[in-house]
Nanobody
């Protein structure tokens, strides 16, 4: 089985910083892409940042220049450093990972999701 566990959410004042972590554990052959999504109240889930195993990153326009995604591939962990937080960043943040597992003689690649962590930014 595979699990993604997020941590690091909480309450912060506008202009402050938080760092989220996401660790993938279980029977994993390779972690390909790790992404952070967020879901604002009443809105659809949106991708915030993503990072490939080789280090290529992608950000949504709304967080570019304020958020930084990074990875520790040896620990199957992704981080999201969030600076200059705004009240509109308040959301539940989810970790998503594109993982490859070895199943017998085959390799199976699937998306996995964490349970989410609440980030609240007060004005």
């Amino acid at each position: 089985q595979v699990r993604l566990v997020e941590s690091g959410g909480g309450l912060v004042q506008a202009g402050g910083s938080l760092r989220l972590s996401c660790t993938a554990s279980g029977d994993i052959f390779r972690v390909n892409i790790m992404r952070w999504y967020r879901q604002l109240p009443g809105k659809q889930r949106e991708m915030v940042a993503g990072m490939t195993e080789s280090g290529t990153t992608r950000y949504s326009d709304s967080v570019k220049g304020r958020f930084t995604i990074s990875r520790n591939n040896a620990k199957n962990t992704a981080y999201l450093q969030m600076d200059a937080l705004k009240p509109e960043d308040t959301a539940v943040y989810f970790c998503n990972a594109d993982l490859t597992r070895r199943v017998g003689t085959y390799y199976n690649t699937t998306d996995y999701w964490g349970q989410g962590t609440q980030v609240t930014v007060s004005s």
